[in-house]
């Protein structure tokens, strides 16, 4: 079976503070919006970020909190993950790690979404990214 | 900022029991394992099952449970996704909501693992996916 994810899709309890936060903070645009759902086209794969009472419904449980998991993003070089995850703070985010240096090499830290959702924002040089954001299991 | 997820790290209870979910319920093959996390290559990102108390540590927050989010996961032909959901459920999945037609058309149901994360399980003929997986916002 193809290894394929999608979408993600967050549940989310205002669509507008979230938007702020996706599309102010981390400077993305939207490829779709309604009243209850935002979608972002991602390096072949789609975010959707949508009321979270529509979600629970629609995924037939809840209510739910941000939960035990956690997204990535990338970015290009070791200085660009502090000022990130700065820059996510002031458009309504929660900084839970500022940039540390993990075992394994690199630089990374955590940053809350306004709905709790955690984004891990990190520099590593070992995984190699191509121009349209595709990752690739490294070394 | 570039639109990008580059991984996608789910918080697991017991790494062998989230590995049969995914290596044989889903049929995917991991690109790198040890005794606290199993690395998939999946789309242009990877997917992360990982120790959740090592997660919680790593975000420094804690613990959680499964959350307010879905990954979604599309299948070629829509009379692949009822089988492909019982075939997870036997694989020691739970079933949330078996193969329904949504409004916005195409067919999907839900089916949460081991550790209650949630997946949609869909057909959307709306949704251009190339060979490799990854996905274009249609129409």
Redesign the interface.
Known sequence: ???????????VADLERSRRFYVEG????P??RNDEII?????????GTWL?AA??Q?????????????????VPRREDVQP?LQRLESFGGRI??NATE?PHGGLSG?V?DP?D??W?I?W?PA?K?DP??????GP
Chains 1, 2 share one sequence.
């Open positions: 079976m193809q290894q394929q994810i999608s979408i993600v899709t967050l549940g981390f400077g993305w645009s490829v779709f979608f972002y086209q991602m390096n072949g794969l789609i975010l979270q979600l629970e629609d995924m037939r449980r809840g209510p739910q909190r941000a939960g035990a998991f956690a997204l990535g993003h990338n990130l839970l790690k993990p955590y809350a709905d959702h955690a891990e990190a590593n995984w990214i349209q954001g595709h990752v690739t299991f």
